[in-house]
């Protein structure tokens, strides 16, 4: 199969990584629209050609993103011919991914490798002698995400890809069996065990799709919130933490004033710290809002490092703090700061932590700590208990794309239509699954799975 | 000399050559038909039967085309099903048990009233080429024909071998001998040549049968028929089949005489199908099955002769007859011949062009087994689409290729010239991408216009197919616009225990409900009844499949015209694909032997990714 060329396609257009900035492609005859359907700000389906326009990049639910600054181009005088919308957005991975995701949910592609390039060659906007380098651009790109897809596939992922397309294919061989040959003494698709088995699948696919959240969490940033009461040193620690490694910085214009996040890469795994408010009694309206943030910042993370000041508190402050916390279960790491300022390092007993004693602004324990938040990213019980990591939009689309087909073909099994209409989804769900692993030609595979398995034939 | 120069000659008078002779010889080309015994004309070989799933839509196709198996079937019709009513209507298949003899002789009929047409009985062992260009062939009386086209049709006969236990000769069918020369001939042409095997089961006494002992198989109450054309009507009475099964003594004794079986012991070395399987191999590859299902076929209106469905073996004849009377209602049961394997030669149909011509050779095309297809359907459509596109290419005009979104024949040609086949090639509904769109009930608005517009297609064809479109128009136009009234919906509702209805809808609102067809409103609602009853069945059916399936048909029209796109980029026969530093290897190789004329095509060709079709298209200049 080849992929079409009327559709619209989306994907970052400055290199994969940090930098300041990020440019975002869309491509295709929607390109205007779907970003407008995101983009709030002019309504950009009635703006001019070659404009930009401030604004801001809002999700389904309404919140907002980033802000950015769009350039439309209507075809056919743009970079591909067709129309074209760059968005720029903050560099940070994690915004480039969600933008990238939000556009997807209304109706983008993933472009494939030098389709953008393809297609201004189609349109002709580069003329022939540009032609052997874009083929080249093409076969190496292809060559270099097989090459990194194939990377991914390594272990778990791999497998459990492969051993669910063989159970897929059974399923529509059985299907396909009953169509092909209903009139001889063949065994038929019993509907309950294809349901049995599409739950079955479905259960491994969901949390393939959940591992693809968590694997964007280590490509693109492990938030993680540093809480505490004001002056127990949070500043401090990010600080330290930052000197010492070759920081990130990526200050990212959030929507909060009150929390600063910066990013931090240890042993391969981003880290995005946020600094927040300190938590303490509100004594006034606009201090309670900077704390409402902080509780909200610290339901989104996912991991909490609690400082305090050992010279200050108590067990039972502490204990109090963590639970004003509602961390539910984010792990949370309890650090004791300012340990320089007292003679014996005190013993802390709390149930179920365990506490890691510091001293921000002396560089003592830092690289302990460093290395407690790898190991707690690393043991994490999600991504040990599955061993896969899907890190790739295109797969996680794949992925979703073939459960969507899956929960038409249980909708049409309810429903009792007939096979050759299930037939359709299910090679949906093949088509999507294939496009992972790299194995197209289902229908040889599904009739090869008959072949073997039935006796047919008059 | 005694013959003029032909325009076309086909080579072969089963059902590929018949096909191919009927249609260049009706769209005006000089046509001669040489077959080495005439009586065996448009013999059914095999099983006494056309249509079934998926072929029974390729007989549709044909009969939309122009060609005559659809109308030969009807005439020699003995029992019609529909298989697959309980499914949905791309899966309803026409299939028809036949006269073995009436079938023969209607074609036969049909031919010599065919204009253009002449015959000879001869053996072709030779063609006559000329700077790569057909110029005609030789005969075993040593007579030489020219023409500018020639369509082989060989079907098993190619040095056919047959095989029954330790035996095996010669013979292209048994009691008939084979023919020699033209496979040597295309391989010093440079021509690859294979060998497949295929097999028949034996034939019965059905006076030595007890069919108390069977379960009776009766055709429809109200039989169809595969031909679009009015004048064709179908059966009244018809003859029953019957079914039985094999059980654990049959396969005992057929075991013992596997040490004699050709394949077991390495004769043969031909490709066998792995649907169509002998009953050895059944009982080899399945050993966990207790039984196998037996169908048995009357071979005609008046003939006890009686096709053992499912039989198929070329065991010695000693052991087939011993083994048969283990079998239900066999007990003394005598035969009129025993099963066999035939072996006999193909060329992989990747040598080939979409429109069926040799790509080393112009002029000459191949059509039906020669291509490792199996089945007269499959081999009918390619005669028919040979001989149409012979008598183009030799009048200078456009080919005609149907596309896989188009027919089952386009599936099938597409397949073959693309991806070869390892084994005897059938056609299957999962072999099409585009199954909803590829039904029986519409063969006729999907090619009969595409077949008129070149000539073959008669005048009244078109006519039907346009009054079938408008009228079915006008019924789903009249479903969409008028409301009906709770009330009456209700009562139409309750005869089928579908829920019923708050509010006042249109018609095509209930329609989409699985229980519900446009009869239950006839029937349910006299002003619906006084609109529609001047309708022809066959609008209100495609009306009915069209509102009820209209959500899918459109997912499958949006997929077909994604796949047009890269169908018109044309792709020049002489390109050179070495001059493309970016292909990788293995494409190369398989464009520069493919040859794909499109883009498209080039796509479907295994080994050929995603990837190199964009730097191919970038290469042709978009």
């Not at chain 1, 390109?31 to 326009?53: Q, W």
């Not at chain 1, 599409?198 to 809480?227: C, D, R, Y």
């Not at chain 2, 039906?368 to 689409?385: F, P, R, S, V």
Request: glycine share 8%.
């Amino acid at each position: 199969m080849h992929y079409n060329l009327n559709d619209t396609i989306v994907a970052l257009a400055t290199p994969q990584g940090v930098g300041a900035i990020g440019v975002i492609r869309l491509s295709g005859p929607l390109a205007i629209s779907i970003c407008n359907s995101v983009f709030k700000g002019k309504d950009l389906n009635k703006e001019a050609s070659h404009t930009l326009h401030f604004g801001k990049i809002v999700d389904i639910q309404g919140e907002i993103i980033d802000e950015v600054l769009v350039s439309i181009f209507n075809g056919p005088n743009s970079y591909t011919g067709e129309n074209v919308v760059e968005i720029s957005c903050h560099g940070s991975p994690y915004i480039l991914q969600r933008v990238l995701e939000i556009l997807h949910t209304q109706g983008a592609r993933s472009a494939e490798a030098g389709e953008f390039t393809l297609r201004a060659f189609l349109n002709k906007k580069l003329d022939l002698s540009q032609a052997e380098a874009v083929a080249d651009l093409i076969a190496s790109d292809s060559k270099s995400s097989h090459h990194l897809a194939m990377q991914q596939m390594r272990g778990g992922f791999k497998n459990t890809i492969a051993g669910l397309r063989t159970e897929l294919i059974n399923f529509a061989a059985l299907i396909e069996l009953e169509l092909d040959f209903g009139e001889e003494d063949v065994e038929f698709a019993n509907r309950d065990k294809l349901i049995e088995l599409i739950n079955k699948i479905q259960a491994m696919l969901l949390p393939l799709m959940e591992s693809f959240q968590l694997g964007n969490v280590i490509k693109n940033g492990v938030s993680t919130v540093i809480a505490g009461r004001p002056n127990a040193g949070k500043s401090t620690l990010l600080n330290t933490l930052l000197q010492e490694e070759r920081a990130i910085v990526s200050e990212i214009a959030g929507t909060t004033r009150d929390t600063i996040e910066e990013a931090l890469v240890i042993d391969g795994i981003v880290f995005r710290f946020i600094d927040t408010a300190g938590i303490r009694e509100a004594t006034d309206t606009i201090e309670h809002l900077g704390i409402a943030k902080t509780f909200e910042k610290i339901r989104q993370s996912s991991i909490i490092i609690y400082v305090f000041d050992c010279t200050q508190l108590n067990e039972v402050d502490v204990i109090e703090d963590i639970k004003q916390l509602h961390a539910g279960d984010i792990p949370v790491l309890l650090i004791a700061n300012k340990i320089d300022l007292i003679a014996i390092t005190p013993k802390y007993k709390y149930p179920n932590l365990t506490v890691h004693s510091i001293a921000a602004k002396e560089n003592r324990n830092i690289n302990e700590l460093k290395k407690l938040l790898h190991d707690l990213v690393l043991s994490n019980t999600k991504v040990v208990a599955n061993d896969i990591i899907i890190s790739n939009l295109r797969h996680y689309e794949a992925l979703t794309k073939a459960n969507k087909a899956l929960e038409s073909v249980q909708c049409g099994i309810a429903n009792k239509i007939s096979g050759e209409l299930v037939a359709m989804d299910l090679k949906e769900a093949l088509t999507s699954l294939g496009s992972i692993s790299g194995v197209i030609d289902i229908d040889q595979d599904i009739l090869g799975a008959i072949f073997s398995k039935f006796c047919i034939g008059k | 000399m005694i013959f003029k120069e032909y325009d076309v000659i086909v080579v072969g008078g089963g059902h590929a050559g018949c096909e191919a002779a009927a249609s260049a010889a009706n769209l005006g080309s000089s046509t001669l038909l040489i077959t080495m015994d005439m009586t065996k004309i448009a013999q059914m070989s095999c099983n006494p039967a056309m249509g079934g799933v998926a072929k029974g839509q390729i007989v549709r196709e044909i009969d939309a085309l122009g060609g005559y198996s659809g109308i030969v079937s009807d005439k020699s019709t003995i029992q019609f099903r529909m298989l697959n009513l309980s499914k949905g209507p791309a899966m309803w298949s026409p299939r028809s048990q036949n006269d073995r003899l009436l079938f023969g002789k209607y074609w036969r009929d049909l031919l010599e009233q065919t204009d253009n047409l002449d015959f000879w009985q001869d053996s072709v062992n030779d063609i006559i080429v000329e700077k790569n260009q057909i110029v005609g062939i030789k005969t075993s009386l040593g007579i030489t024909i020219k023409s500018k086209a020639v369509i082989l049709t060989s079907g098993t006969f190619m040095n056919g071998k047959i095989h029954i236990g330790k035996k095996s000769f010669g013979g292209g069918r048994i009691g008939e001998s084979a023919s020699f020369g033209i496979t040597e001939k295309l391989t010093q042409l440079g021509f690859e040549a294979g060998r497949m095997k295929t097999g028949t089961p034996p034939r019965a006494d059905g006076r030595t049968l007890d069919y108390s002992k069977m379960e009776e198989q009766a055709g429809d109450i109200i039989p169809g028929k595969f031909s679009y054309l009015k004048s064709i009507k179908p059966i009244e009475n018809q003859r029953s089949c019957w079914v039985t099964y094999t059980n654990e003594n049959v396969h005992n004794i057929l075991k013992t005489g596997f040490d004699d079986s050709p394949m077991y012991a390495g004769r043969i070395q031909g490709v066998g199908p792995r649907y169509c399987p002998s009953i050895e191999d059944k009982i080899n590859r399945f050993a966990e099955r207790d039984r196998h299902q037996i169908f048995v076929e009357p071979e005609g209106w008046d003939t006890v002769e009686i096709y053992i469905n499912g039989f198929s073996t070329s065991l010695p004849e000693d052991i087939q007859i011993q083994a048969l009377r283990e079998i239900p209602g066999f007990k003394d049961v005598k035969i009129f011949r025993p099963g066999y394997a035939i072996e006999y030669d193909y060329f992989p149909p990747t040598q080939l062009y979409s429109t069926l011509e040799t790509k080393l050779i112009q002029g000459l095309y191949f059509a039906g087994q020669i291509n490792g297809t199996t089945g007269y359907e499959e081999a009918a459509c390619q005669g028919l689409m040979a001989g149409i596109n012979a008598h183009l290419k030799t009048t200078n005009k456009e080919p005609l290729i149907l596309s896989r979104d188009q027919a089952y024949i386009g599936v099938l040609i597409d397949d073959l010239v693309n991806k070869g086949t390892e084994e005897p090639y059938r056609m299957f509904t999962s072999r099409a991408e585009f199954r909803i769109l590829l039904r029986q009930d519409n063969a006729d608005v999907r090619l009969t216009p595409l077949s008129n517009a070149i000539g073959l297609a008669s005048n009244e064809r078109l006519r039907n197919v346009e009054n079938k479109v408008t009228g079915t128009q006008e019924i789903i136009r009249y479903f969409k616009s008028t409301s009906i009234t709770k009330e009456d919906a209700n009562n139409i509702l309750l005869n089928v225990e579908s829920a019923a209805i708050t509010q006042q809808v249109k018609l095509s609102s209930l329609i989409t409900r699985p229980q519900l067809g446009i009869q239950s409103f006839i029937e349910g609602q006299s002003d619906i009844k006084k609109q529609l009853m001047h309708y022809e069945n066959d609008m209100l059916e495609s009306a009915e499949i069209l509102m009820k399936y209209e959500s899918y048909i459109e997912k499958e029209k949006e997929l077909a015209d994604k796949m047009l796109k890269f169908e018109t980029i044309q792709i020049e026969s002489n390109f050179d694909y070495s001059t493309i530093n970016s292909l990788s290897s293995e494409a190369k190789e398989k464009l520069r032997k493919i040859k794909p004329t499109s883009l498209g095509q080039a796509s479907r060709i295994s080994g050929v990714s995603p990837s190199d079709i964009s730097i191919l298209m970038i290469s042709l200049g978009r």
